[in-house]
């Protein structure tokens, strides 16, 4: 499985993002069985969760941290899932990147695939 993220880039404070991902895999291989999700990491700092979404779409969750500003969604005939981002502050400058468990409703804390991250930069 490949998973390709964008949407990342410059914005002012204040401003809202929507990041996308898309996955792929041979012979047909897509994620429609896998929970899907975001993590990020900022400069000089850990890698940090920030969305997962089960196979279905049913159940979003989110660390406590990131409920309020962060939604994520999927397409899943589309092979897509999204990060909506509102009221971007600095702190929040970081790559995002996408993942795909093997487990259908959670994502674990070691998924079994990385997207390559898009950078989102929040300027003051």
């Known amino acids: 499985v490949q998973l390709q993220a964008s949407g990342g880039g410059l914005v002012q404070a204040g401003g809202s993002l929507r990041l996308s991902c898309a996955a792929s895999?041979?012979?047909?291989?897509?994620?429609?069985?896998?929970?899907m999700g975001w993590f990020r990491q900022a400069p000089g700092a850990e890698r940090e969760f920030v969305a997962g979404?089960?196979?279905?779409?049913?159940?979003?969750y989110y660390p406590d941290s990131m409920k309020g500003r962060f939604t994520i969604s999927r397409d899943s005939a589309k092979n897509m899932v999204y990060l909506q981002i509102n009221t971007l502050s600095p702190k929040d400058t970081a790559i995002y990147y996408c993942?795909?468990?093997?487990?259908?409703?959670?994502?674990?804390?070691?998924?079994?695939?990385w997207g390559q991250g898009t950078l989102v930069t929040v300027s003051s």
């Open positions: 895999g041979r012979t047909g291989r897509t994620v429609s069985n896998n929970a």
């Open positions: 993942v795909a468990d093997r487990n259908p409703m959670v994502i674990t804390p070691t998924p079994a695939y």
């Open positions: 979404i089960s196979w279905n779409g049913g159940n979003t």
